[in-house]
């Protein structure tokens, strides 16, 4: 991983309190604030030409090279290369233009408790793009974390961007292991994003937040992200869609290729899901596409990804891999999913085979809503969010057949596989049939 995975044994000096012992990394993510702080006072130390094992020696060089090049650990400015005026010209002829759209869809978090920032700079660490909450974005201007910074040793000292360029691999910084002290409270992940011909530096992508915001799953979303970016920019025209024109410099459409009919519902009863496009074609669905799609299908006002994350994986679901998944699901389908919340465009809400059932009911329809309801909502799922919406479905359409008083109605109902256990409708279905021989 990053050069955290360089640390080693260590003793450490607390007041009149030695420490001794391996240090445990875990504390970056059970504890990042204990993690923090001993990393800090090796930090002084280190500056002060004490020697710590917390900071490995290519850590140690990449501050010495830094303050040669005249930066200071109190210092507070980076260089600025452009004015953001002067950024966005340079986007346009950037070739990372064409992958920042797909980059924004996986990574960014612009939800108003979003807590990291998706970072984009050039081959030489100058910030190009960057993206996240009001709330981040307010704590990146604090540090001129912004458009038109220079990120590299010379701009603003040992940060993970810097050792990116410096190492060309992945870097993880955490806290101290930057040498500016107003840097400190932030924890950063890198990669580089190559030319796949070449092989020759685009740029560096980078996920940054406060300590709390790093996750156990940082350093591999951002590495599929990366190899996500280099795909796109080996695919015809430089990532741009089939059949999208203009240079370079010209805005693509979108860094993936979008179906070119648009979906007009959504089969999710049964086995077989899937997707049905306004030409008739039909693509179908893997189970766990299915189900957020069935979430996404039951509330209108949408979902953020760290609560499709719980409905589907409990505590332990991460909202980074739903993000990963709502890209392959926006990729197959188009515009018919927006983000920021998830949600079904309008028009295409409440239009999967499910939602017909529920639309049916409401409009007092039952016989056909009983005809629309062919099998379970996603009948191999298991997980207990789409097991509720299937549960609904069997009350609400059980509780209206029995209350329309038709014993063939309740007949039909008793013998499919949804209200085959339905004991009040068997009750019903008895007092129809007694008032019959009366």
Not at 40 to 67: F, K, Q, T, Y
Not at 113 to 126: F, I, K, N, S, Y
């Amino acid at each position: 991983m990053g050069v955290t995975a360089a640390l080693h044994q260590h003793c450490m000096v607390d007041g009149d309190r030695q420490w001794e012992g391996t240090m445990d990394h875990g504390l970056k993510f059970s504890d990042p604030a204990k993690y923090s702080r001993v990393l800090r006072r090796a930090h002084e130390l280190v500056i002060s030409g004490v020697p710590r094992p917390e900071i490995p020696e290519p850590l140690a060089d990449s501050w010495r090279r830094s303050m040669a090049l005249g930066i200071s650990p109190d210092q507070h400015s980076p260089r600025h290369l452009h004015e953001v005026s002067e950024v966005l010209e340079l986007r346009r002829e950037h070739r990372l233009q064409l992958v920042m759209p797909a980059l924004r869809e996986l990574l960014a978090d612009e939800s108003g408790d979003g807590r990291h920032l998706l970072v984009l700079t050039d081959a030489g660490g100058e910030i190009l793009w960057r993206v996240g909450s009001p709330r981040v974005l307010g704590r990146a201007d604090q540090l001129e974390f912004s458009e038109g910074a220079d990120w590299s040793e010379a701009g603003i000292g040992t940060n993970a961007i810097s050792e990116v360029l410096v190492t060309g691999r992945p870097v993880q910084l955490f806290s101290a292991e930057h040498l500016v002290r107003t840097h400190h409270e932030w924890a950063c992940t890198a990669a580089p994003i190559r030319d796949p011909l070449t092989g020759k530096l685009l740029g560096v992508l980078d996920v940054s937040g406060p300590l709390e915001s790093l996750t156990a799953d940082t350093l591999r979303m951002v590495r599929c992200a990366v190899s996500m970016a280099e795909m796109l920019l080996a695919t015809p025209d430089g990532g741009r869609p089939a059949g999208a024109s203009g240079s370079v410099g010209r805005p693509a459409q979108s860094a993936v290729e979008r179906p070119t009919a648009a979906v007009a519902s959504l089969e999710l009863l049964g086995d077989r899901p899937a997707a049905v496009f306004r030409d008739g074609s039909r693509v179908p669905l893997t189970l766990r596409r299915a189900e957020i799609l069935a979430l996404l299908d039951s509330r209108t006002q949408g979902w953020s990804a760290e609560e499709l994350a719980y409905e589907l994986h409990g505590d332990a679901g991460i909202a980074a891999s739903i993000r990963t998944e709502m890209f392959r699901v926006r990729s197959l389908l188009g515009d018919a999913v927006a983000s920021n919340p998830y949600r079904l465009v309008a028009g295409l809400a409440g239009c999967s085979d499910a939602g017909r059932v529920l639309r049916l009911l409401r409009e007092g329809r039952v016989a056909e809503a009983l005809d629309a309801y062919r099998a379970p909502l996603l009948s191999r799922s298991g997980t207990m969010a789409v097991q509720l919406l299937r549960d609904r479905l069997d009350l609400a359409l059980g509780a209206a057949v029995r209350s329309s008083g038709d014993a063939g109605l309740i007949s039909r109902w008793l013998s499919t596989a949804m209200g085959s256990a339905d004991s009040a409708a068997v009750e019903a279905l008895g007092r129809l049939a007694g008032r019959r021989d009366e």
